[in-house]
């Protein structure tokens, strides 16, 4: 049972370029979000989804767009990197119904220079 | 909007007992609990739902005081394996699913022998 797979796990960008984040799980879960962790701030929600075809933003969407064209994959692009986006990234999914838990991916890594 | 968790960090010996806490300025519905351990995913230890009630996980047990907007986690005869930073995550609505949580900026615990 794979759960939730992020690839890749680190990365390494100039300012500037672009790139997609993956993310998809294999639990039939409905509800995706993007997080970024970064030292002294916890985790901070970017985007979520509530089902496929379903997004919204979170607390720091800025610089950042995600789409869900199926239930499995939850991709998140980085529009045009910037240093401050140097962070790790988290793929979270849960089930439908209060009381479920969410299961984390093992994170992806990333560094803009 | 992000919860406040107190202690920062703690150190304790194999064996001693240890409170985290995290707080809220707004009205909560529910409030997540997870482990991190260095490099790895957040893991879910429990959920607490609006109506102040209190769970258990083996030695580790958590209450919710919805008036005061407040959670403690309670770690009793902590083992080296509870090393790991805490996280709470809060949800200020009867969401679906775990999508849209609030978290704080973590809890560093490290248990010595």
């Known amino acids: 049972n794979a759960g939730v797979t992020q690839t890749p796990k680190f990365q390494v960008l100039k300012t500037g370029q672009s790139m997609t984040l993956q993310c998809a799980q294999d639990m039939n879960h409905e509800y995706m979000s993007w997080y970024r962790q970064d030292p002294g701030m916890g985790l901070r929600l970017i985007h979520y989804s509530v089902g496929a075809g379903i997004t919204d933003q979170g607390e720091v969407p800025n610089g950042y767009n995600v789409s869900r064209s199926t239930t499995e994959d939850f991709p998140l692009r980085l529009l045009s990197a910037a240093p401050s986006q140097t962070s790790v990234y988290f793929c979270?999914?849960?089930?439908?119904?209060?009381?479920?838990?969410?299961?984390f991916g093992q994170g992806t890594r990333l560094t803009v220079v | 909007q992000q919860p406040v968790q107190s202690p920062q960090a703690v150190i304790l010996r194999e064996g001693e007992d240890a409170v985290i806490n995290c707080s809220s300025s707004?009205?909560?519905?529910?409030v997540h609990w997870y482990r991190q351990k260095h490099g790895e995913a957040p893991v879910f230890l429990m959920i607490l739902l609006k109506g102040g009630e209190q769970k258990g996980h083996e030695k580790i047990s958590a209450s919710f005081n919805e008036k005061k907007q407040q959670s403690s986690l309670y770690l009793t005869a902590s083992q080296l394996s509870y090393s790991g930073t805490y996280f709470c995550g809060t949800d200020r609505a009867l969401n679906f699913g775990n999508e849209k949580l609030t978290f704080g900026t973590g809890t560093r615990l490290t248990i010595i022998p």
């Open positions: 979270a999914s849960s089930r439908t119904g209060t009381g479920g838990q969410a299961f």
């Open positions: 707004k009205a909560l519905y529910s």
